[in-house]
């Protein structure tokens, strides 16, 4: 009963290194996205998918990179670390149903959640 | 895109009253909106959802409301517990092939002693 994995819990970067997020869960989810959470700011989308092969940006997607390869696994790429992606990284994924026409997002979880620090 | 505003941002009740939580969404189209409760150290968690095509939806001690009207929902919690000390997000979605949820800013709730 894994649901979304987060790898690693906590990093701390050195700013202009790049680093990988891990996101993976076992539900056969097909909607996954990933999501910033700040101070006061509340949980902001960066990326997300609705199956594997197909992304797309969110409200706050600039100095990151996301694919989806497989079902499970939705990783989030820093290619240049900057102190401003100082946050808490949420993963989460739900399932998609509805007609052949229409798909509703319905009921995300949530990982554990990554602390980066970028200094 | 849409846009949901959430208010309070900070609220204490004493236990064993209720607490009110008020959210607006702007995008009319909106037509599920989902409750989480985040707990410290934690990732958000769902709690309750409601549907645009009902105005309200009750588990136990938690209902939230909707006015489709207005565009606004809420988030009802009666007889609170200490346990009830969280962070509460709104959110709200749009039914289509490219469904993603957008949240409010949160509410920090105080269950006071």
């Known amino acids: 009963n894994a649901g979304v994995t987060q790898t690693p819990k906590f990093q701390v970067l050195k700013t202009g290194q790049s680093m990988t997020l891990q996101c993976a869960q076992d539900?056969?989810?097909?909607?996954m996205s990933w999501y910033r959470q700040d101070p006061g700011m509340g949980l902001r989308l960066i990326h997300y998918?609705?199956?594997?092969?197909?992304?797309d940006q969110g409200e706050v997607p600039n100095g990151y990179n996301v694919s989806r390869s497989t079902t499970e696994d939705f990783p989030l790429r820093l290619l240049s670390a900057a102190p401003s992606q100082t946050s808490v990284y949420f993963c989460?994924?739900?399932?998609?149903?509805?007609?052949?026409?229409?798909?509703?997002?319905?009921?995300?979880?949530f990982g554990s959640g990554t602390r980066l620090t970028v200094v | 895109g849409e846009n949901v505003e959430q208010h309070p941002s900070t609220l204490s009740v004493q236990e064993g009253d209720s607490a009110v939580i008020k959210c607006t969404y702007s995008?009319?189209?909106?037509?599920?909106f989902p409750w989480y409760k985040q707990e410290l150290g934690k990732g958000p968690q769902l709690i309750i959802d409601?549907?645009?095509?009902?105005g309200e939806k009750k588990d136990q001690r938690i209902a939230v409301t909707l006015n489709k009207t207005a565009k606004h929902f809420s988030l009802h919690i009666t007889e609170t517990q200490p346990e009830d000390s969280a962070v509460y997000f709104c959110?709200?979605?749009?039914?289509?092939?490219?469904?993603?949820?957008?949240f409010g800013k949160g509410t920090r709730l105080h269950i006071l002693p």
């Open positions: 998918s609705v199956g594997a092969g197909i992304t």
């Open positions: 959110a709200a979605s749009i039914m289509n092939r490219d469904d993603k949820i957008i």
């Open positions: 409601i549907r645009s095509n009902v």
């Open positions: 989460a994924s739900s399932y998609l149903s509805g007609t052949e026409h229409l798909f509703f997002n319905y009921g995300y979880t």
């Open positions: 995008d009319s189209a909106s037509n599920y």
């Open positions: 539900m056969n989810h097909e909607y």
